[in-house]
């Protein structure tokens, strides 16, 4: 079946610097995508969304980047901060007809002091 | 506000058991959805829940069944327990019918089988 799946499982940048997180997807179909950051014992925390129509969308210190021609998805930190440190999936969702979200394996952002 | 509320946070069971996990959807939100996800790995689709009915199901055996109340609230249950079945256990919730996006994640249940 589709699945999305991420560049690296780990990642380690100096605190204050920017990260960039690296998703690619398989199912064309896709037209919504979101990043997730999950922090050990809790649940998936919405990060920043973006749909098909857009290649870029900015919230507070992350911009999501959606490349549909690679089919490539990047989450940018800007200024990292400790509390960055967690783990973030990118997830892929069809709005009309297919509600499920397909999560990667995702990629363990550390952020050295 | 409160958010999506599971119960129990942990729990240990032995092999061929059967198990009920329990979510309580944010409030305003009707649409409940069941992850599961196992060590070092995403979320994996098991199924969703509105209107109290299965609307869609993941890659999931019929070990794996739910049920969603009027109050919306949901359980999952699993029978026939595996060792393979230890994982984390989410429940999302959402609003709205086909279409719509907004999930917000409960913390978890932590399901170890032995």
């Known amino acids: 079946g589709e699945s999305v799946g991420l560049h690296l499982p780990t990642l380690s940048v100096q605190e204050g610097d920017n990260s960039i997180i690296n998703c690619a997807y398989s199912?064309?179909?896709?037209?919504?995508f979101i990043w997730y950051k999950q922090e050990s014992g809790k649940g998936p925390q919405f990060i920043i969304d973006?749909?098909?129509?857009?290649d870029k969308r900015q919230g507070q210190r992350v911009t999501v980047l959606l490349n549909k021609t690679v089919k490539h998805l990047s989450l940018q930190i800007a200024a990292t901060q400790p509390g960055d440190s967690a783990v973030y999936f990118c997830?892929?969702?069809?709005?009309?007809?297919?509600?499920?979200?397909?999560f990667g394996t995702g990629t363990r952002l550390t952020i050295i002091p | 506000d409160a958010g999506v509320t599971q119960s129990p946070t942990h729990l240990i069971k032995t092999r061929g058991q059967q198990v009920t996990l329990r979510c309580s959807p944010k409030?305003?939100?009707?649409?409940v959805s069941w992850y599961q996800q196992a060590l070092g790995q995403g979320p994996q689709f098991i199924f969703q829940?509105?209107?109290?009915?299965?609307?869609q199901r993941g890659n999931f055996p019929d070990r794996f069944s739910g049920h969603q109340f009027p109050n919306y609230s949901s359980e999952l249950n699993v029978n026939a327990l595996l060792l393979g079945d230890s994982a984390l256990y989410l429940c999302?919730?959402?609003?709205?019918?086909?279409?719509?996006?907004?999930?917000?994640f409960g913390s978890g249940t932590r399901l170890t089988v032995v």
């Open positions: 199912n064309s179909a896709s037209d919504y």
């Open positions: 973006i749909r098909s129509n857009m």
């Open positions: 829940y509105y209107e109290e009915e299965e609307r």
């Open positions: 997830a892929e969702n069809s709005l009309f007809g297919n509600e499920k979200l397909t």
């Open positions: 999302a919730s959402s609003l709205g019918g086909p279409g719509q996006a907004g999930y917000t």
């Open positions: 409030s305003g939100h009707d649409t």
